[in-house]
């Protein structure tokens, strides 16, 4: 067997072939991702030819008549052509110093870097959920204020989608089934669409009871939606789909123009194929520069080119939606097809909007269409550098590696329509050539310094030195320490998905001593009535106790529903600190340390910031598991070298049930 490569895409990736032969079985096509394009150009007349046969064919034996997409309210799906898929809490959308919303500061530097989101995806759960017995419902549930924020977003003029994880089944079962319980939260939060995790499409029963509670609602499937589902889901998500080197189409939105989709490669750091698949086909971006805490910013050029595209498609959708399309328009000169350059041509109306990219690596500057009617007004709508016809065409440059928009108004065109072309004919969007990843690497905060007198109870001590340190972790998608765990890969696969990654550390220990124990309830009481604490956000703050003080029986247990800055408030107040995550771990290797009943992660002081997510690292392991998915987060009891990254969350979401803490001191 020949070894998985995970910088090639797999064969179910790669594009669908069309056979150009008479007698050909179209149903193949049903199943593609991207329909490939011929190499050679003489059969493109023919693979046009036959694309428009299989759509005929398809929509007959489907039975396909379109009205999911004439519902009321849901017209906005035709035109989303950007889409941010945000974690709830990434510091552009929360400050957690003040522990409020930002929404104006996300959608503020979405438009400054990509051309504006038209929607965000308020991802939640994963990869915190399983921490607890809390469901994915309880994670939007227990948010303060998140319907004041699907509300602000709506006014930006931003729809919002919720997310929904098929595979949450072993937490905390709500008294309904899930398909009512997500339709509730819906309901009651305003949300626009479902973006459905690891599913290609909803089940009739899911899609049902959400369309009961909003009869617009919307769906977008991750990666292929089935043929079939494409008259009841208005969008897809275009993960991994690989194109010929002259560019194929979407199969869903060559079946239906007015079907939405949203290419991503959410671990490359170059994006230019998928936006140039995009471009030539009408159709949109998601945008995700933080997966589940992992940096894969865009570069500058990439960013250049969705700003450029954006602006363009809002402006001419009706041409790009209901115009006649051409995909590897005919009128792109052999010269410039040679060099690299392809386009699709969209006309409605006496408009022609033609779309074209560039795969070489050099820009293209040169004659690039050459076009029968070259009466009308001529507007370069990607950079704003006007344009004039002549007898043999249109010259223009293609950006290396990018795109560029070309529109045609002619005599019979309407005034508001040329009136839009010459705004966007005369307003600079310069492509960026940059293509260098932009890196934010996570940097660890430093424990503060502490005076070396403590109440802290017994100790254990740890000598200053110099280390290594073998630290094993379950790699997910978070990776550990800030570093993206797959890198340019396609889609990563069991066993490396999860696979179980021991790494070395050298690590540099000033003298410092670890508390024995863990903090129990008494001495977070007497804490809180000392010190009369009071946190900045009290949700969920010490959630277990009865009447402001812990339950008959739970007094000398560890202390558990506080967060990061309740512990360590309580370890300022002791005179201490808590102890980082090497300082722990070397502490745990000594016979005093001690593991109270019920078995908890601890807190430690090693959190990190990339400057759009923050981390902290739990030791020790916990008595609880969730059962029934890989994607839960790790629990039972776990050996000092296992350490697991905690995404932080905030308004008091970090406050679990199986989160407690121990303190430390550094030595006089």
């Known amino acids: 067997m020949t070894p998985f490569d995970p910088l090639v895409?797999?064969?179910?990736?790669?594009?669908?072939?069309?056979?150009?032969?008479?007698?050909?079985?179209?149903?193949?096509?049903?199943?593609?991702?991207?329909?490939?394009?011929?190499?050679?150009?003489?059969?493109?007349?023919?693979?046009?030819?036959?694309?428009?046969?299989?759509?005929?064919?398809?929509?007959?034996?489907?039975?396909?008549?379109?009205?999911?997409?004439?519902?009321?309210?849901?017209?906005?799906?035709?035109?989303?052509?950007?889409?941010?898929?945000?974690?709830?809490?990434?510091?552009?959308?929360?400050?957690?110093?003040?522990?409020?919303?930002?929404?104006?500061?996300?959608?503020?530097?979405?438009?400054?870097?990509?051309?504006?989101?038209?929607?965000?995806?308020?991802w939640h759960a994963y990869p915190v959920i399983g921490i607890d017995d809390r469901n994915q419902f309880d994670f939007y549930r227990d948010v303060p204020g998140l319907d004041a924020l699907v509300a602000s977003l709506h006014k930006l003029g931003v729809k919002v989608f919720l997310d929904y994880n098929p595979w949450d089944i072993g937490t905390r079962r709500a008294e309904r089934p899930d398909a009512d319980e997500f339709a509730a939260l819906v309901g009651d939060l305003g949300a626009d669409g479902v973006?459905?995790?690891?599913?290609?499409?909803?089940?009739?029963?899911?899609?049902?009871?959400?369309?009961?509670?909003?009869?617009?609602?919307?769906?977008?499937?991750?990666?292929?939606?089935?043929?079939?589902?494409?008259?009841?889901?208005?969008?897809?998500?275009?993960?991994?789909?690989?194109?010929?080197?002259?560019?194929?189409?979407?199969?869903?939105?060559?079946?239906?123009?007015r079907h939405m989709m949203h290419h991503t490669r959410r671990w490359n750091r170059d994006h230019s194929d998928e936006l140039q698949s995009a471009w030539v086909n009408g159709c949109g971006i998601l945008v995700w520069e933080s997966v589940f805490s992992s940096w894969v910013g865009w570069n500058a050029r990439d960013r250049s080119t969705l700003r450029r595209m954006t602006a363009a498609q809002r402006a001419f959708s009706p041409v790009l939606i209901g115009g006649e399309w051409t995909p590897l328009t005919p009128e792109v000169p052999d010269e410039a097809r040679v060099h690299g350059v392809f386009g699709s041509r969209f006309e409605l109306a006496d408009v022609t909007f033609w779309t074209l990219i560039n795969r070489s690596e050099q820009d293209f500057d040169g004659l690039a269409l050459r076009s029968e009617d070259l009466v009308g007004d001529w507007y370069d709508v990607t950079t704003g550098v006007p344009l004039t016809a002549d007898s043999d065409g249109v010259r223009v440059l293609v950006p290396a590696r990018g795109v560029t928009g070309i529109v045609r108004v002619g005599a019979t065109a309407g005034s508001s329509c040329r009136?839009?072309?010459?705004?966007?004919?005369?307003?600079?969007?310069?492509?960026?050539?940059?293509?260098?990843?932009?890196?934010?690497?996570?940097?660890?905060?430093?424990?503060?310094?502490?005076?070396?007198?403590?109440?802290?109870?017994?100790?254990?001590?740890?000598?200053?030195?110099?280390?290594?340190?073998?630290?094993r972790f379950r790699r997910r998608e978070t990776g550990l320490y800030g570093e993206a765990p797959y890198v340019e890969e396609w889609k990563p696969l069991p066993p490396r998905l999860h696979d179980i990654v021991t790494i070395e550390r050298a690590v540099s220990l000033r003298s410092v001593s670890v508390a024995t124990s863990e903090v129990t309830n008494a001495q977070f009481a007497e804490f809180v009535a000392e010190a009369n604490y009071q946190p900045l956000i009290a949700n969920r703050f010490l959630a277990h106790w009865q009447g402001g003080s812990p339950s008959p029986?739970?007094?000398?247990?560890?202390?558990?529903?506080?967060?990061?800055?309740?512990?360590?408030?309580?370890?300022?107040?002791?005179?201490?600190?808590?102890?980082?995550?090497?300082?722990?771990?070397?502490?745990?290797?000594?016979?005093?340390?001690?593991?109270?009943?019920?078995?908890?992660?601890?807190?430690?002081?090693?959190?990190?910031?990339?400057?759009?997510?923050?981390?902290?690292?739990?030791k020790g392991g916990s008595d609880y598991v969730a059962e029934g998915s890989d994607w839960y987060a790790d629990g039972g009891p776990q050996d000092p070298e296992v350490s697991f990254k905690l995404v932080l969350t905030g308004a008091g979401l970090d406050r679990s049930a199986w989160i407690g803490f121990r303190c430390a001191v550094d030595a006089a």
């Not at 500061?105 to 989101?117: A, K, P, S």
């Not at 008259?231 to 189409?249: C, E, I, K, M, Y």
């Not at 990843?437 to 403590?454: D, M, N, Q």
Request: glycine share 8%; hydrophobic share 40%; aromatic share 10%.
């Open 9 to 122: 895409p797999r064969p179910i990736d790669q594009p669908t072939v069309v056979d150009l032969g008479d007698n050909a079985d179209l149903s193949r096509l049903d199943e593609g991702k991207i329909l490939a394009a011929p190499e050679d150009p003489a059969d493109w007349a023919r693979w046009r030819a036959r694309l428009a046969a299989w759509c005929d064919d398809a929509r007959i034996r489907t039975a396909y008549d379109g009205s999911h997409y004439d519902v009321p309210g849901r017209e906005w799906t035709r035109t989303c052509y950007s889409v941010g898929l945000v974690w709830l809490w990434d510091n552009l959308l929360y400050n957690a110093k003040t522990g409020r919303f930002t929404p104006a500061r996300l959608i503020e530097r979405g438009v400054e870097d990509f051309g504006g989101y038209d929607a965000v995806v308020l």
């Open 195 to 257: 973006f459905l995790d690891t599913l290609k499409e909803g089940s009739p029963t899911f899609t049902r009871a959400l369309e009961k509670a909003n009869p617009a609602i919307v769906f977008e499937g991750e990666s292929r939606l089935p043929l079939a589902r494409i008259g009841d889901h208005a969008l897809s998500w275009a993960q991994w789909f690989a194109d010929s080197r002259a560019p194929g189409v979407l199969r869903a939105h060559v079946f239906e123009r």
């Open 419 to 471: 009136a839009t072309a010459r705004e966007l004919g005369s307003l600079p969007r310069a492509h960026v050539s940059d293509a260098s990843f932009p890196a934010a690497p996570a940097v660890r905060r430093e424990p503060p310094i502490t005076g070396g007198e403590a109440d802290l109870g017994p100790l254990i001590a740890v000598p200053a030195q110099e280390l290594t340190l073998p630290v």
């Open 553 to 618: 029986g739970t007094e000398n247990q560890p202390v558990t529903y506080v967060d990061l800055d309740d512990a360590r408030a309580y370890a300022a107040w002791r005179g201490g600190r808590l102890p980082t995550e090497d300082e722990w771990q070397v502490a745990a290797g000594d016979e005093a340390f001690g593991r109270a009943a019920p078995m908890v992660w601890n807190w430690t002081e090693s959190e990190h910031d990339d400057g759009r997510s923050r981390f902290v690292i739990l």
